[in-house]
């Protein structure tokens, strides 16, 4: 059976898949940072109470697999997740102590519903390595 979520008036199971890149599409995201950027990231979606159920850090982007509460509309979720994962790893990884012109990412995002097909959609975020180094093909149909 499917797992749904509730709050006081609604029951929802709202999944998105969700691929932020930096600025400029740079090969950044590698040693300290990739390994800091994902309990960053849990840490924010723990604040609004969205769920991270899924997350790879590739160099030049980051996948995820969210489960957003209705009350929050997808644009606003990757808004908040992005300007302020940019602050934290200009203040906190990179050291950079300015109070304006912390941009870490891209000005766009893909986005896509999960649906029923979740698992499918986890498991290819989680063989993002193996794709990229083309060792094998995952077959999302």
């Not at 929802?12 to 390994?35: A, E, F, N, Q």
Request: proline share 3%.
């Amino acid at each position: 059976m499917h797992d749904w979520q509730s709050l006081s008036h609604v029951r929802w199971d709202c999944k998105y898949h969700v691929v932020i890149v930096p600025k400029y599409r740079k090969k950044v995201i590698y040693g300290k940072l990739k390994r800091k950027i994902g309990p960053l990231l849990r840490r924010l979606c723990q604040q609004r109470g969205i769920e991270l159920l899924e997350g790879h850090a590739m160099s030049d982007h980051i996948h995820m697999c969210l489960s957003v509460p209705p009350k929050f509309s997808i644009a606003q979720t990757i808004g908040y997740l992005k300007g302020k994962s940019a602050v934290l790893i200009h203040r906190q990884l990179l050291n950079e102590r300015r109070l304006t012109g912390l941009s870490f990412w891209a000005t766009g995002y893909c986005v896509s519903t999960v649906g029923l097909d979740e698992a499918a959609v986890r498991q290819y975020i989680r063989e993002q390595d193996i794709l990229e180094s083309g060792q094998g093909e995952l077959d999302l149909k």
